[in-house]
């Protein structure tokens, strides 16, 4: 994945170059490992059609995937967002010296700092070929602040502020933590290239070996673990949040012991009012 980088300053929507033109999109074969990169979007989309500023310092990638019609992807393809999100969280928590830098994944497709700002998100257009016998497509596409100071926070934000409170605790405490090493910055290639290799990892496991070999890594990332949220639908009951099935549906079990799961589609995580509403 990456071996053939589709390159542009600026685009309106690297999802739309790839989903608009699904003649082109079909046509790539998997081993070229095609991935579109554009410096800047103009107009940058998430799921539901959602708005996503994506200005320069943006990490913005689509790719496509050609899946099998057996394939144990294709029969959970909702799960696959999750993997996506999975893969750029652990691009920076596993690179030396950032294991401690707060970027987690919150259900179902978001990249955030702590369980306060959304650094990025992930979104996966499908479309179904007419020969049953033919491969799926389906588009993955990425948005992460890397280094742009707005309309929120990035990566490299993190990173300062991560720098700021070690340098801050080192000079008062000879066994702090690290040290006081300064961090240095990812670049966008670098967080890019780190991500895919992530992603091209974790598919393999998935499609091998299912949801036991990437689960670990993916709730030791996770925001939600046990958390005890209202659930919109049920005149905001109190659930408690106990991760997530084959699917990438979110489970909950009630006071009463009943367990409920929730799909992404239908529901979203209010995290700033642990609250759980229906779209």
């Known amino acids: 994945m990456g071996r053939t980088l ?36 103009t107009q940058g ?84 070929a007419s020969d049953p016998t033919s491969p799926t497509t389906a588009v993955i596409g990425c948005g992460v602040n890397v280094s742009n100071k707005y309309p929120t926070m990035s990566v490299n934000d993190c990173i300062q502020l991560h720098n700021n409170t070690t340098h801050s605790s080192s000079s008062t405490s000879s066994s702090s933590r690290g040290g006081g090493i300064i961090l240095p910055p990812f670049t966008v290639e670098a967080l ?19 949801m036991s070999a990437i689960e670990t890594d993916y709730y030791h990332y996770w925001l939600h673990k046990d958390a005890v949220v209202q659930l919109g639908s049920h005149a905001n009951e109190e659930v408690t949040v ?16 009943e367990e409920l799961n929730l799909r992404p589609d239908g529901n979203s995580f209010d995290i700033m009012n642990n609250l759980i509403v229906m779209k």
């Open 6 to 41: 589709l390159y542009t300053p600026v685009i309106g929507s690297t999802q739309t170059m790839l989903t608009g033109n699904l003649v082109f999109t079909r046509a790539l074969r998997p081993e070229m490992g095609v991935v579109c990169v554009a410096g800047q979007q």
């Open 45 to 128: 989309r998430g799921r539901h059609d959602n708005a996503w500023l994506s200005p320069k310092g943006c990490m913005m990638f689509s790719c496509p995937l050609a899946l099998r019609p057996r394939s144990h992807l294709l029969a959970h393809l909702s799960l696959l967002q999750h993997i996506v999100a999975l893969s750029v969280v652990t691009a920076i928590r596993t690179a030396p010296g950032y294991e401690e830098l707060p970027v987690c994944i919150k259900w179902p497709n978001d990249i955030y700092y702590q369980n306060r700002v959304k650094l990025g998100g992930v979104l996966v257009s499908v479309f179904s």
């Open 192 to 210: 890019l290239a780190l991500s895919l290799n992530r992603l091209e990892r974790y598919l393999s496991l998935y499609e091998h070996s299912g």
């Open 242 to 257: 106990r991760g997530i099935d084959q699917f990438g549906y979110l489970r909950v079990v009630t006071q009463t012991g």
